[in-house]
């Protein structure tokens, strides 16, 4: 795809190639990343940050990957602070705040909100969630994360074989991960859900259709046996009508440590989009993980910054100019990643 001056609203609009080509940016953003050196290549221009849902880690590491790029960022966030609670419309939103920005990352509870909300706007929109639909920058940061995961233990992406477990009814996490997934040759799914919050047919048919082996269960510790990667999702509370109903199926799938180590296999690598329900009728990955190494969570939330820093750089056509813009940071510094 020509990533310049183009939204990023689905998965659905890469191939493969363009996949590489984030990938190849986002490494070379990790000097940035490490407070190694400071660009300004992205100096005077302005990202509106629009969040309509809870978020920490997307909506902060996109400001953070605008930010680290030069850049300024501008923020709303929830509906009550802005005049959409005074009945405006996504179009005139759009058309008023793209007159204020360079480039847009929204999130909204709507499924395709965010792709309407582009059409009117005047500048890139970068979709950061939309209701149950697609979640594409984590998915692309999933992504990133499994293949430095899995190179680093000598295996490789096209025989990758993964289980995603809990709610993946509503996750759009792993509904965008399916799509992307898609992409690559020979990959395993493990799709482990309670049969009320499985897997829309239409994500198991895309994989199915790229010649994927899909298999689906409501057993968490005989899924987890013979896989690369377990990817834990929370029960999105968020998308039933009650709290009660949700409850019915929090702490279903829970991992810790003894189960991690009576069936998982050493070099299996735990991730999750983060947040984790901690509380304790959730708890769909344990504390008592945080010592493992193959706990992957913080790698993965680290890698967003390097993933969304790309994106910007792509889509506002900076890549080359990057490093020009460069100098070495003034301040002390021992960063590393986790
Ligand atoms: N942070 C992710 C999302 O916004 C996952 C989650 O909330 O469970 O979809």
Redesign the pocket.
């Known amino acids: 795809m020509i990533f310049a001056g183009s939204h990023i609203l689905s998965v659905e609009q890469f191939v493969r190639a363009d996949i590489e080509r984030i990938f190849q940016v986002a490494d070379s953003m990790e000097p940035y990343a490490l407070r190694q050196r400071v660009t300004r290549v992205l100096e005077g221009a302005i990202l509106g940050n629009m969040f309509f849902e809870p978020?920490t880690?997307?909506r902060v590491s996109f400001g953070c990957a605008f930010n680290l790029l030069g850049g300024e960022v501008r923020e709303t966030t929830g509906f009550k602070s802005t005049a959409i609670a005074k009945g405006e419309s996504l179009y005139d939103t759009a058309r008023v705040l793209s007159g204020y920005s360079d480039v847009i990352c929204m999130r909204h509870p709507e499924s395709g909100s965010v792709a309407e909300f582009a059409s009117a706007s005047r500048v890139p929109v970068v979709n950061g969630?939309d209701g149950a639909n697609e979640?594409p920058s984590?998915a692309l940061l999933d992504l990133y994360t499994i293949q430095k995961e899995v190179k680093e233990k000598g295996g490789s992406m096209d025989h990758l074989r993964i289980a995603m477990i809990g709610d993946l009814k509503h996750?759009?996490?792993v509904h965008s991960l399916c799509k992307l997934l898609a992409l690559f040759s020979n990959v395993e799914v493990v799709l482990v859900s309670p049969t009320e919050l499985a897997m829309p047919e239409k994500y198991i048919e895309s994989l199915r259709a790229a010649g994927h082996k899909v298999s689906v269960s409501n057993e968490l510790t005989q899924s987890i046996t013979q896989v690369d990667i377990v990817y834990s999702?929370?029960i999105?509370e968020e998308r039933f009508a009650s709290k009660e109903e949700a409850d019915l199926y929090r702490g279903r799938f829970r991992l810790n440590q003894a189960i991690y180590t009576e069936f998982c296999q050493p070099n299996t690598v735990i991730m999750h989009?983060?947040?984790r329900d901690s509380r304790a009728e959730a708890n769909e990955l344990d504390n008592d993980l945080n010592q493992n190494p193959n706990l992957a969570i913080f790698r993965q939330a680290d890698n967003g910054v390097l993933v969304r820093m790309a994106l910007f750089a792509l889509v506002l056509d900076v890549v080359d100019q990057v490093d020009a813009c460069s100098r070495p940071v003034n301040w002390c510094h021992n960063r590393t990643f986790v």
């Open positions: 978020s880690r997307t969630g979640h984590q996750g759009r996490t999702t929370r999105q989009p983060l947040p």
